[in-house]
């Protein structure tokens, strides 16, 4: 694989930029900051969520959700992934709303960790609690 570097980017116009980001791609916005790609992140969580899925099967979640190359596709399609999974109640009296995260394969659907979930898509966590949605906490 080619290392890209900064250097190797002409500056995007503001069209380029968020078409680019949608599709996961590195951009340089106007000022000249660099914007790297967007890569899986995927961390071994203690559950072993990785161990399921095929190496090709994570290499194409990856690929289509970057290939939904709008904010609200992507988010329309983060939210259909988060199942309400009711709610449990904390030592402390407090109940917390706890939500499940599905991958859809051809094969099967796996329910993962949020962890998984999130460093599979390249998405931070904040990206799943967006203003607007019905899993906010
Ligand atoms: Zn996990």
Do not use: W
């Amino acid at each position: 694989m080619v290392k890209i570097t900064k250097s190797f980017y002409i500056k995007h116009t503001r069209f380029e930029q968020q078409y680019r980001n949608f599709l996961g791609l590195p951009y340089v916005n106007s000022r000249g900051t660099f914007y790297p790609a967007r890569v899986q992140n995927i961390a071994d969580c203690s559950c072993n969520c990785r161990k399921i899925f095929q190496r090709d099967e994570i290499r194409a979640v990856f690929e289509n959700f970057n290939r939904l190359a709008n904010h609200t596709a992507q988010n329309v399609y983060l939210q259909g992934c988060v199942e309400n999974a009711g709610a449990e109640n904390l030592s402390n009296g407090a109940t917390r709303r706890v939500f499940r995260y599905k991958i859809s394969l051809s094969r099967a659907s796996i329910y993962v960790c949020q962890k998984f979930f999130c460093g599979l898509h390249g998405v931070t966590r904040s990206r799943l609690r967006k203003k607007g949605t019905t899993y906010c906490d």
